[in-house]
Structures are given as structure tokens and as C-alpha cells.
């Protein structure tokens, strides 16, 4: 496999934008990274706003007060649910990036004997394992959210 | 930096964030506690501990962010080295500037 150093980092990204919406033949890993990449991107933008609100201590208790009472509306705390279930997303995702790109999910190596087990299967029960664990806590979330 | 040691750090400050922004969510979102009001932000302004916590989700954050934010921009767009330098100075300054204006705020409301 090609190291990616500075004189060879623009490896050919094949699917490129679209590959965003559709992943065509790598199926769930793909859409999995898309969505990584738009939690990740729609976190960045929440700590941009989350700053300039914290800004508004700078003028006193009377302002907080005044920009406090905006996000006590209904379309704001969808708003503060989707940033917790984009944490949730991106966190335990982030644990099968980290676990998979340094090859602890792959398995041993074994003889190429019929009928084969690939490292891809072996990675697609732990990917299960996590989207189920992140639905889970979505879901719970939620609930407590709600209450 | 090369960019192995780059991505090292982005998956060192994943973790740390797993751990401090996951106990910031859990105690800004589902602790019972009034933590918007402003007694509450000026008790944990004027402690030590929470100084501390918040400056490390801000640099942890803010690394793993741009860092982030830099790796799409490099899957996306062929770009030549020197302007890779030129983004990672502004994404540095961008950083340094975000970080020095977060800490100044709990400072300044004191």
C-alpha cells in the first residue's frame, strides 16, 4: 500500500462530492463515512456558535439573560437534540475509525483456504455492534431528553 | 509535522474528547442543575478546575476540528504542497485566535 506523504497526497478521491450521496459498491462504510464527515462538520459550526453566544457574558447578566431566553424555544432544542445525537454519532464511529485503522478489528491472519474469511466480514460484524450501540443511546438520549 | 503524527494526534484528541466533551454534554443536557444562569457560569468562571476543564475541551476541540476540517479539504481538492502550508498557517492562526477569545471570555466575565 502507497504511503501518503507530502509528495504523494493527492491520491485520487474516485467517488469524490457525490460520493456523499451515492457510496455505489462500498455500501455501508461509505455512507458511514459521509456521515462522519457531516456530524464532524455540523459540530465544528455548533463550536463556532456556541463561542459567540458564550460572548455575550462579556456584556453582563442582563444580556446572558436576554440570549438565554431565545434558546428557550422549541425549534432550539431540536436543534440542541440533533447536536447531542451528531456527539453520540461521531464519538462511537470515531472509536471504529480509530480500533479499525490501527487493525485491531481485523482478525488474525489465516491460511487463504475455501471458504475464505475476509477482513471486511470481520469489520462489518463490529460495524453492526456499533450502529446498534449508537441507536441505542440515540434513542435513550432522547427519552431522557424529553422527560 | 508529518502527516502520520498529525493523524496520531487527531485520534489522541478523539479520545480525549470522547471523555471531556462527553461529560460536558452530559453535564450541560441532562444534569438537573440551572446551568445557564448566571450564578452558576460565574461559580465555575472563578474555579480553577472548570478553567482548566474548559481550556482543554477548547484546545482538544479546536485540534481535532481544523484538523479534521483539513483532512476533507485535502480529500477533496488537489492542492500543491506550498498552499497546504499556506492553509495549515491559516488554520494555526485560526486556531490560536478561536482558543485566545474563548479563554479570554470566562476571564473577562469575572
Known amino acids: 500500500m502507497q504511503a501518503i506523504d507530502s509528495k504523494n497526497r493527492h491520491l485520487p478521491n474516485r467517488l469524490g462530492i457525490k460520493g456523499w450521496v451515492w457510496a455505489g459498491r462500498y455500501t455501508w462504510e461509505r455512507y458511514l463515512y459521509t456521515l462522519h464527515r457531516l456530524t464532524g462538520l455540523g459540530l465544528l459550526l455548533f463550536i463556532t456558535i456556541h463561542l459567540c453566544i458564550n460572548g455575550a457574558r462579556i456584556g453582563g447578566e442582563s444580556t446572558w439573560a436576554d440570549v438565554m431566553d431565545i434558546f428557550e424555544t422549541p425549534a432550539f432544542k431540536v436543534g440542541e437534540y440533533l447536536v447531542i445525537a451528531a456527539f453520540i454519532f461521531h464519538a462511537i464511529n470515531g472509536g471504529r475509525l480509530i480500533l479499525q485503522h490501527l487493525a485491531y478489528t481485523l482478525g488474525k491472519p489465516k491460511a487463504p483456504v475455501y471458504p475464505y474469511v475476509d477482513a471486511m466480514r470481520q469489520k462489518r460484524r463490529f460495524m453492526w455492534a456499533v450502529l446498534f450501540v449508537i441507536v441505542v443511546l440515540a434513542i435513550y438520549s432522547l427519552v431522557l431528553f424529553v422527560i | ?110
Do not use: C
Not at chain 2, 1 to 27: C, D, N, P
Not at chain 2, 82 to 110: H, N, Q, R
Open chain 2, 1 to 110: 509535522m508529518k502527516e502520520t503524527r498529525l493523524k496520531i494526534l487527531q485520534y489522541v484528541s478523539g479520545i480525549a474528547l470522547f471523555v471531556i466533551a462527553g461529560g460536558h454534554m452530559l453535564y450541560s443536557h441532562f444534569s438537573n442543575s440551572d446551568i445557564t444562569s448566571w450564578s452558576s457560569i460565574a461559580d465555575r468562571a472563578a474555579s480553577n478546575w472548570w478553567l482548566v476543564f474548559y481550556v482543554l475541551l477548547l484546545i482538544f476541540g479546536l485540534y481535532h476540528g481544523l484538523h479534521g476540517l483539513r483532512t476533507i479539504i485535502l480529500e477533496y481538492f488537489s492542492i500543491s504542497d506550498s498552499s497546504v502550508k499556506v492553509l495549515d498557517y491559516i488554520f494555526v492562526i485560526a486556531g490560536l485566535a478561536i482558543l485566545g477569545y474563548g479563554t479570554y471570555i470566562p476571564v473577562e466575565a469575572l
